[in-house]
Nanobody
Framework: QVHLVESGGGLVQAGGSLRLSCAAS????????MAWYRQVSEKQRQLVAL???????NYADSVKGRFTISRDNAKTAVYLEMNSLKAEDTAVYYC???????????????WGQGTQVTVSS
């Protein structure tokens, strides 16, 4: 059973920076899209950024120009560099990977455990 392990959350002042990391616990046969989502309380989880296998990226309007998503295919890892953080960026951040664990598997979504990011104003 593969897991996505996240790290890098924490408390930061407004205007500061954090870098989130997420990596698979085992070797993966193939990975498709990787992404970061965030969730505030009981609200719906929202897409923050995604990166395709070819490296193309897409961002939520609220984070464009401040956040940068990247990936390391050899490590099945995805990163989120967050700069100029605002109080409204406070949320639990989850990574997502659409991957095929074994050659005979189908692609399916795997989620990280979530990491809290708190931005104080």
């Amino acid at each position: 059973q593969v897991h996505l392990v996240e790290s890098g959350g924490g408390l930061v002042q407004a205007g500061g920076s954090l870098r989130l990391s997420c990596a698979a616990s085992e070797r993966i046969f193939s990975t498709n899209v990787m992404a970061w989502y965030r969730q505030v309380s009981e609200k719906q989880r929202q897409l923050v950024a995604l990166v395709a296998r070819d490296g193309s990226t897409n961002y939520a309007d609220s984070v464009k120009g401040r956040f940068t998503i990247s990936r390391d295919n050899a490590k099945t890892a995805v990163y989120l560099e967050m700069n100029s953080l605002k109080a409204e960026d406070t949320a639990v951040y989850y990574c997502l990977a659409n991957l095929r664990y074994l050659p005979d598997d189908n692609y399916r979504d795997y989620w990280g455990q979530g990491t809290q990011v708190t931005v104080s104003s």
